[in-house]
């Protein structure tokens, strides 16, 4: 990839980042709603709201608070939240490896399952293996994560006793003990991802299979799981891996239903929290950093192209 | 911008007639979970075996037997009928939420479509802009500013289903655009209107008709999600969703609580996946 092209993807992303964080701006400042009068109350008097809200800014012209709210992005501040009274960026930084430990876990279980499963589907198209994959992938799409992860609660933890209900102790215990907490939850995110990654990579790879480079491999008598993965999935990946910023998406909206089920301090729960207190700059700071967090992992599938398929290395990559 | 999640072209089937069998299959068992939801919609609002919000402190959390198909709930209310209601709740979102996106997404898509040049642009980055939001952050953070409540909730999911909507249009257009029978019309003198109207409408229809089946089952799960959350459907309503977060309480004592609600949930969304996907494959070839 040439430094254009990479300083192009580079450009797209801040652009992208700048029209959110914009369209954010002005969802949470143009719609009603007075963050000053929540800190107030309804009963405090105008003077103490008056008060409050040149304490917050609000009473600034728009532009003058666009202007500040973008200034603040570009050096990395997202706000500051009511509720709290910190800045919406330590607040965050505080939560993240709690978020970050359950996605990671979810995604490479759901990469375990999803991608063989994908594969031997693929691999036996139309026979029964391939019904079932089928079968369950739909089934993964269909089930909530927050309606699995009350029955895995039900099972493993009322039932079993085998693992903790909710809550999480990785804080004081540490992180590997804490991980007995992150399993049920990582399960249950994991499923809807599994289904899909398994429906991406069966889709992907029963049209590597169809290619001559398969036919050729098989016919000078490369061994069948040699051409499955070697062949056939080398090529078939690389939908599965452009999808990743969707997936990311994905597994931090799951994770806002997760972190509610089982009763876990992470991003998803201060979110909520945001939402209830109407703690709208704590939202608004929060939704801009999913944003960002997307649009970098977007970034980074654009820039490891070349690496994962060697037939974009020579120039530019399409699209 | 790299398409995401667009299927590829295929090749031929080895064995087409055994894979259209099941395709068929699909799209029945589909077309029955997607009428049955809608049946209990339909019934739930003009019937209910109990009145849903009708108290019984006699029967608490009290299991499934006849009077009660699917129980009763903490306040000795009727599962059943609770969950009529919910499917009422459902069936209003996924429509409303079709209707709010389909629109909005077919004006916007087709106006960049078929015009291109700039207004292509810059309507692009902004749909590319609103696309960088997960959908259920997008209409978590619209609810903390328009507030819960049904119509609140199908509006903010509609929002966060336009882009999907508009990128889809779009591009169906752009194919379209290009087609002989369009350029064919536009030299016998038809106007854009018409031509937008008698051949790209109903060429772009089929795929628009799937993505409106995906966006209803999207937006059942994501009443659902915002309704458990406490975001949704306020209570006394009924939602499966925040039937769901009631029964949390009670696991141990009133199973059936999360069980029924849970299910229902989970049937529609299957239907509707599976509808959408038949009628994707049936409008194109090349997936069969």
């Known amino acids: 990839m040439t430094v254009?092209?990479?300083?192009?993807?580079?450009?797209?992303?801040?652009?992208?980042?700048?029209?959110?964080?914009?369209?954010?701006?002005?969802?949470?400042?143009?719609?009603?709603?007075?963050?000053a009068q929540v800190i107030v109350g309804l009963e405090?008097?105008?003077?103490?709201?008056?008060?409050?809200?040149?304490?917050?800014?609000?009473?600034?012209?728009?532009?003058?608070?666009?202007a500040a709210w973008i200034g603040g992005l570009a050096r990395g501040d997202l706000g500051r939240s009511i509720h709290y009274q910190q800045s919406v960026l330590s607040l965050?930084?505080?939560?993240?490896?709690?978020?970050?430990?359950?996605?990671?876990?979810?995604?490479?279980?759901?990469?375990?399952?999803?991608?063989?499963?994908?594969?031997l589907a693929a691999a036996r198209r139309g026979q029964p293996v391939d019904w079932w994959a089928t079968f369950f992938m739909q089934l993964g799409l269909a089930i909530p994560g927050f309606w699995l992860g009350i029955l895995g609660i039900m099972v493993f933890s009322l039932n079993l006793h085998l693992l903790p209900p909710g809550g999480y102790?990785?804080?004081?215990?540490?992180f590997l003990a804490g991980l007995e907490y992150l399993i049920l939850p990582a399960l249950t995110l994991a499923v809807g991802r599994a289904a899909v990654l398994t429906r991406l990579t069966r889709a992907s790879m029963n049209e590597s299979l169809a290619a001559?480079?398969?036919?050729?491999?098989?016919?000078?008598?490369?061994?069948?799981?040699?051409?499955?993965?070697?062949?056939?999935?080398?090529?078939?990946?690389?939908?599965?891996?452009?999808?990743?910023?969707?997936?990311?998406?994905?597994?931090?909206?799951?994770?806002?239903?997760?972190?509610?089920?089982?009763?876990?301090?992470?991003?998803?729960?201060?979110?909520l929290g945001g939402v209830s207190n109407r703690d709208l700059p704590l939202v608004q700071g929060l939704v801009v950093f999913f944003v960002v967090v997307v649009s970098l992992v977007n970034l980074a599938v654009d820039l490891s192209y070349g690496a994962i398929d060697p037939r974009t290395r020579s120039g530019e990559v399409g699209g | 911008m790299i398409e995401r999640g667009r299927p590829r072209p295929g090749r031929r089937e080895p064995n087409p007639l055994k894979l259209s069998r099941r395709r068929r299959t699909n799209l029945s068992v589909g077309l029955a979970l997607a009428t049955l939801v809608v049946a209990l919609a339909v019934i739930g609002a003009v019937w209910t075996p109990v009145d849903p919000a009708r108290m019984d402190m006699t029967h608490r959390a009290a299991?499934?037997?006849?009077?009660?198909?699917?129980?009763?709930?903490?306040f000795g209310r009727d599962t059943f009928s609770r969950a009529l209601k919910g499917a009422g709740s459902a069936v209003e979102v996924g429509l409303g939420v079709a209707v709010i996106a389909g629109t909005l997404g077919l004006a916007l898509g087709a106006l960049a479509g078929y015009r291109g040049g700039l207004v292509d642009e810059v309507l692009m980055r902004l749909i590319d802009g609103l696309y960088a939001f997960p959908p259920l952050i997008m209409a978590l953070a619209l609810v903390a500013v328009l507030g819960p409540g049904l119509r609140q909730v199908t509006v903010a999911i509609g929002l966060a289903e336009v882009p999907a909507f508009a990128r889809l249009t779009r591009s169906l257009i752009i194919g379209?655009?290009?087609?002989?029978?369009v350029e064919a019309a536009r030299a016998a003198g038809a106007t854009d209107w018409q031509i937008a109207r008698r051949h790209l409408l109903p060429n772009a229809a089929p795929a628009l008709i799937v993505q409106a089946s995906i966006a209803f089952s999207t937006a059942v799960l994501a009443e659902a999600a915002l309704s458990f959350l406490g975001l949704g459907v306020q209570p006394p309503s009924a939602s499966w969703g925040l039937m769901l977060q009631e029964a949390q309480s009670f696991l141990t004592l009133a199973p059936w609580m999360a069980i029924f609600p849970g299910a229902l949930i989970a049937a529609t969304i299957l239907g509707f996946n599976l509808v959408a996907d038949g009628l994707a494959e049936r409008s194109d070839p090349r997936l069969r």
């Open chain 1, 212 to 271: 001559n480079y398969i036919q050729a491999a098989r016919g000078k008598g490369v061994p069948e799981g040699r051409v499955l993965f070697r062949h056939g999935l080398r090529n078939a990946v690389i939908p599965v891996v452009t999808s990743a910023g969707l997936q990311v998406g994905a597994l931090l909206a799951g994770s806002v239903v997760v972190e509610r089920v089982f009763a876990l301090p992470g991003l998803g729960t201060l979110l």
């Open chain 2, 63 to 74: 299991p499934p037997t006849a009077a009660h198909l699917f129980g009763t709930d903490e």
């Open chain 2, 176 to 181: 379209l655009r290009q087609q002989l029978f």
């Open chain 1, 4 to 35: 254009r092209a990479i300083g192009r993807r580079l450009a797209g992303l801040v652009l992208t980042i700048l029209i959110a964080s914009t369209l954010s701006f002005f969802v949470f400042n143009i719609l009603p709603g007075d963050p």
């Open chain 1, 92 to 119: 965050i930084l505080g939560r993240l490896p709690l978020t970050a430990a359950l996605a990671t876990l979810a995604i490479l279980i759901a990469a375990a399952i999803g991608i063989p499963l994908g594969v």
């Open chain 1, 169 to 174: 102790a990785g804080r004081e215990e540490g």
């Open chain 1, 44 to 66: 405090g008097s105008p003077d103490s709201l008056q008060a409050v809200r040149a304490e917050l800014g609000l009473d600034r012209p728009l532009g003058v608070r666009f």
